[in-house]
T-cell receptor, first 112, second 116 residues
Framework: GENVEQHPSTLSVQEGDSAVIKCTYS??????FPWYKQELGKRPQLIID?????GEKKDQRIAVTLNKTAKHFSLHITETQPEDSAVYFC???????????FGTGTQLKVEL | GAVVSQHPSRVICKSGTSVKIECRSL??????MFWYRQFPKQSLMLMAT?????????EQGVEKDKFLINHASLTLSTLTVTSAHPEDSSFYIC????????????FGNGTRLTVT
């Protein structure tokens, strides 16, 4: 089955700096890669996703890049703000709506 | 947007009792729903895939007789934790999609189960 690895497990940045979280996956059949933000005790919220026919996608301060050959994808958050502090999960699946395999999560802390 | 409702949000039960958690898709039909479990400071682990009108598909290591799943309609899936033990205490989250190739998964708010 699919295996998704995520790094780093914790990340502290100063407000205004950029944050980058990286994930690798094992199943070459995976073609859908969403990123979720989860605040303590709450459900994961989809923040951005990318499909395998696209190499990069951007939504305001958030961007995701995908390298299918290397089987890795990354989340980039620019101009970080304190409210970006949360746990971020990457995930992979063989298509939107199919079961997701999640990475291990990254605790992002944006410090003032 | 698509909404998934999950109840209860919190439940405390005694060891040996059973607990039922409901997951509803409010404004769309979901032929497939997924049940995840999340222990503190850990990732979401898929427990099973709930299929409307048929048996659920369980992930390796998940006891199907302990975690009973029923998906009797296109908008409702239930997870029953039978004979609960303290080690079953966790955050249980359901998710569903609208079923098209490009539709994302929508998550319920989760259920915090505490077994005393």
């Amino acid at each position: 089955g699919e295996n998704v690895e995520q790094h780093p497990s914790t990340l502290s940045v100063q407000e205004g700096d950029s944050a980058v979280i990286k994930c690798t996956y094992s199943d070459s059949a995976s073609n859908y890669f969403p990123w979720y933000k989860q605040e303590l005790g709450k459900r994961p919220q989809l923040i951005i996703d990318i499909r395998s026919n696209v190499g990069e996608k951007k939504d305001q301060r958030i961007a995701v890049t995908l390298n299918k050959t290397a089987k890795h994808f990354s989340l980039h958050i620019t101009e970080t703000q304190p409210e970006d502090s949360a746990v971020y999960f990457c995930a992979a699946s063989t298509g939107g709506g199919n079961k997701l395999t999640f990475g291990t999560g990254t605790q992002l802390k944006v410090e003032l | 947007g698509a909404v998934v409702s999950q109840h209860p949000s919190r439940v405390i039960c005694k060891s040996g009792t059973s607990v039922k958690i409901e997951c509803r898709s409010l404004d769309f039909q979901a032929t497939t729903m997924f049940w995840y479990r999340q222990f503190p400071k850990q990732s979401l682990m898929l427990m099973a895939t709930s299929n409307e009108g048929s048996k659920a598909t369980y992930e390796q290591g998940v006891e199907k007789d302990k975690f009973l799943i029923n998906h009797a309609s296109l908008t409702l899936s239930t997870l029953t934790v039978t004979s609960a033990h303290p080690e079953d205490s966790s955050f249980y989250i359901c998710s569903a999609s609208e079923g098209t190739a490009n539709s994302p998964l929508h998550f319920g708010n989760g259920t915090r189960l505490t077994v005393t």
